[in-house]
């Protein structure tokens, strides 16, 4: 399946938060105001 993905540009949508947004997101995702899964950068930890 992965490689079917990589072969056909297929990737999922995703919003990148920063670690001080991680309230406001799970605010969010309560709120079902979430439209992409959020992934937090690491680099702001």
Not at 22 to 32: D, F, K, Q, T
Not at 33 to 40: E, L
């Amino acid at each position: 399946m992965l490689d079917f993905c990589a072969e056909h540009g297929i990737a999922a949508e995703i919003e990148l938060i920063d670690a001080v947004g991680i309230n406001a997101a799970y605010a969010r995702v309560l709120a079902s105001d979430v439209k992409f899964r959020f992934v937090i950068d690491a680099a702001t930890i």
